[in-house]
């Protein structure tokens, strides 16, 4: 029996992997991923200064699954989002005020 081994990853086993399709594909993707680190960011343990919350296992997650270029431009997105002051961090603070803080290194941190 022979064993292949297979370098791609889970965004890029289904779906269109060329033309407009895989375009359209990659959007949604990124808009979901953006949408499930916010989602995660609101289920936390209070802790002081920076809450423990889901985020790292959506970081984790968006990485395993989109793969690197595709992962960085999801965290990228998320970031940009809260930078321009959608409130998409834990407890609803965005803004580039709330990234000088002490989560504004681990935010980066997602995308280093």
């Known amino acids: 029996m022979a064993v292949t081994a297979n370098n791609k990853v889970l965004s890029e086993v289904f779906g269109p992997v060329s033309g407009a399709g895989a375009l359209t594909k990659q959007v949604l993707l990124v808009v979901a991923g953006i949408a499930a680190l916010a989602l995660a960011a609101n289920i936390r343990v209070p802790m002081w200064p920076v809450p423990i919350t889901l985020q790292t296992f959506a970081v984790l997650t968006i990485g395993a699954a989109y793969g690197l270029r595709l992962g960085l431009i ?9 930078a321009a002051g959608v409130a998409v961090f834990a407890g609803d603070s965005a803004g580039l005020a709330y990234m000088a803080g002490p989560t504004g290194g ?3 941190g997602f995308a280093a």
Do not use: C, I, N
């Open 106 to 108: 681990y935010l980066v």
């Open 74 to 82: 999801t965290l990228l997105g998320y970031v940009a989002l809260g």
